[in-house]
């Protein structure tokens, strides 16, 4: 912070004290100060003031911990005018007043704190949210649909949605970066342009892996799915070996996200900083918060996080004032979800949700890809291996004629000199019958998905009044007749389905400006709970349950005043087939004794989860940490060996191209 200093002050309490900040880390710091009762939680108002004593900035902070080096603080507002700011970029000799907070505006989600970012030159070109804390938000507010393979911004005009084009001019941007052998990365088209060039340099569908907890036996089982290596990144977090660096998902998606914000502001012609992000229902807790996470390294504030299915409603019902019960079908590149939603005079409330976070366009291109090296191989009497660059291509050449059979009956697929030594070209014929054959499972995981969800809520298919589609891969006929078959109806084609989930967004970013948008009522998607001996999952606060909504668990701490509890979520009765979330560890010294403490989970209408625990008895507040740093594995071997009824889970198809990659990360030492 250089020579200003910071007093500070409880908004109930307004003596001021001194302090300082220390380790500033985008809209994150630490405040140093003298031992003071301060609970997390709390807002603080902050003052700054430089070397003569003259007020520079005021602001608010909230409270994420407390530990021995200081106050963990989240800064939620720390302006600064323009106008004060003389020739040398230095504070003038004037006070300012805070930051004028939105009408309307809700107070943004907590955020995590960002995490440096692995690679020296992207840490290089993304800056901090705020450095030092000194830059008032003034920017655009904008909707994202951060896609598997695509991703899409969108903003309102004039209470009109449009569609923010990349710097290519299209309306979505490809969600990849491709590392050149020099150091250089490109992002987006760039980055699609050079995949068949360098396949194993190109990260691509890292939104699949972002945020979730990495296990080797895991990776192994997703590998297929994926042309470059997977890795564990620092946090125990999935990453891509790139040479000998591992880039976490992470800094991918925040790539991703920084070049829409470029592109963005080029187009609008002003800054944009903040957003509303949207991400598959079926996302659990970390990964919302590594989303939240690489949005605050591109610069952007997150203002909600929001389930796509439940965006595209908003753009489907945002002039709907006749009350109906709609079906989302939101089937993209890489995830599905389905989606209840009621509809009702500007209203919006979900009733159930469910999805595949493996299931997408891009395991369509895998299955038909295969299929042309199996037919060739075939076709012409070679034992032909292909090299990283020929599977690229391959999955070039599927992907376009899977485009092509959505309004071709049959199409030609033609891939000149794919080999060389004996020059050989792929042409092969795939009709749209062969193709709906090679990829049926995937569609009837869809459609199992979608009974699920609608027997999970006690909807039957002809309650729905109208069923959406949303996502790419529902142009191809044989999704859309698997749809026509469940509900006995052809489904709605009112909206355009790569835009809707980002049209969605940009009208609850204009909510936020002081526009109108459906009112939502959102639900919990997944269980949150406890894993306990035997392996067995607790749920605490159950799936569907509407939120605003918190949940309470009473617990008797140990002989040293503690107590630990491993949190997982999930649906599934083994922790193991869950996602982990984090240990919650409360520890006191007024447990001693027979203390117990009551364990809150709580959801805000945003979805946003906070942990708190109190004292049984007394009803005080008890201080609480959550552990992520432990190795899921030492979690689950503490909880045992599973004890409940073994229920397969389903798992997603692994790609024919699996065995081939598998061979190539070997021989050029990868895996």
């Given amino acids: 912070m250089g020579p200003f200093r910071v007093l500070w002050s409880g908004v109930a309490d307004p003596e001021l004290r001194e302090g300082r900040l220390a380790d500033v880390r985008g809209a994150f710091a630490v405040l140093v100060t003298s031992a003071v009762e301060v609970a997390p939680g709390e ?75 692995d690679l020296d030159v992207l840490e290089q070109e993304l800056e901090p949210l705020v450095e030092p804390l000194a830059v008032q938000r003034t920017g655009v507010i904008i909707g994202i649909d951060l896609g598997t393979t695509n991703t899409c911004a969108s903003y309102v005009v004039d209470g009109r949605p449009k569609i923010i084009p990349g710097r290519t001019g299209t309306n979505t941007i490809p969600s990849m970066i491709t590392f050149d052998p020099d150091g250089t990365f490109h992002i987006g088209q760039r980055a699609a342009d050079r995949q068949v060039l360098y396949p194993l340099r190109t990260v691509y569908g890292s939104k699949r892996l972002i945020g979730r907890t990495y ?14 290596p997977l890795a564990e990144a620092e946090g125990q977090r999935f990453g891509a070996r790139i040479d000998d660096r591992v880039i976490s998902m992470d800094t991918i998606a925040a790539r991703v996200l920084d070049e829409v914000r470029g592109s963005a502001e080029a187009h609008l012609g002003q800054p944009v900083d903040a957003a509303i ?27 909600r996080i929001v389930n796509e299915p439940t965006a595209a409603a908003v753009a489907y019902g ?26 009702s005079d500007g209203q919006l409330e979900v009733l159930a949700t469910g999805g595949d976070n493996f299931v997408g366009g891009s395991d369509f291109d895998d299955q038909l890809a295969g299929h042309l090296l199996s037919e ?144 939502l009522v959102d639900i919990i998607p997944m269980s949150v709970g406890r894993g306990v001996h035997g392996r067995v999952f607790e749920p605490i606060v159950k799936r569907y349950a509407r939120v605003p909504s918190s949940e309470e668990l009473v617990l008797d701490a140990d002989l040293l005043g503690s107590v630990y509890v491993p949190l997982f ?82 798992h997603p198809p692994p790609s024919p191209l699996g065995k081939v990659l598998g061979k190539l990360f070997k021989l050029f030492g990868r895996g």
């Fill in 43 to 117: 807002e603080l108002r902050l003052e700054l003031r430089d070397a003569d004593d003259t007020p520079v900035s005021v602001g608010l902070a909230f409270v994420r911990s407390v530990e021995e080096q200081g106050l963990h603080v989240e800064i939620l507002s720390f302006g600064i005018d323009v106008e004060l700011l003389d020739a040398a970029g230095r504070p003038a000799r004037k006070p300012v007043k805070p930051p004028p907070i939105p009408k309307q505006a809700p107070k943004p989600p907590p955020q995590p704190i960002p995490e440096p970012l």
């Fill in 376 to 519: 060739f191989r075939r076709l012409e009497g070679i034992d032909f291996e292909p090299d990283p660059q020929q599977i690229a291509r391959l999955r070039e050449a599927a992907e376009h004629a899977k485009k092509m059979l959505s309004v071709e009956a049959e199409h030609l697929v033609s891939i000149p000199e794919l080999t060389r030594t004996p020059r050989r070209d792929l042409e092969i014929e795939i009709t749209r019958e062969g193709f709906d054959a090679l990829t049926r499972s995937l569609v009837e995981r869809t459609v199992a998905i979608a009974t699920g969800v609608m027997r999970a809520a006690g909807v039957s298919p002809t309650e729905i009044d109208d069923v959406l589609l949303v996502g790419g891969t529902t142009r191809i006929p044989a999704v859309q007749q698997s749809v026509a078959d469940l509900f006995g109806r052809r489904p709605s084609k009112r909206i355009n389905p790569d835009e809707a989930v980002a049209i969605g967004a940009a009208l609850l970013a204009e909510e936020i400006g002081g526009g109108t948008a459906p009112a």
């Fill in 569 to 650: 979520q999930g649906e599934s009765s083994d922790v193991a087939q869950n996602e982990y979330l984090c240990s919650v560890i409360v520890e006191d010294r007024s447990l001693w004794d027979g203390g117990r403490v009551v364990l809150r989970l709580s959801f805000d209408e945003h979805c946003v989860m906070t942990i708190d625990a109190l004292d049984a008895r007394t009803r005080r507040p008890l201080p609480v940490k959550l552990d992520r740093s432990r190795p899921v594995q030492d979690v689950l071997r503490d909880l045992g060996g599973f004890e409940g009824e073994v229920v397969e889970a389903w």
């Fill in 277 to 303: 992000i949207t991400v598959p229902a079926y996302f659990t807790e970390v990964q919302r918060e590594a989303v939240r996470r690489a949005a605050a390294q591109a610069k952007l504030a997150v203002y």
């Fill in 215 to 228: 296990r080797a036996e895991l990776a192994s089982e997703l590998q297929s799915h994926f042309a470059y």
């Fill in 318 to 343: 945002h002039k709907q004032r006749d009350r109906a019960r709609i079906a989302v079908w939101d089937f993209g590149g890489g995830t599905f979800d389905f989606s209840i939603v009621d509809v």
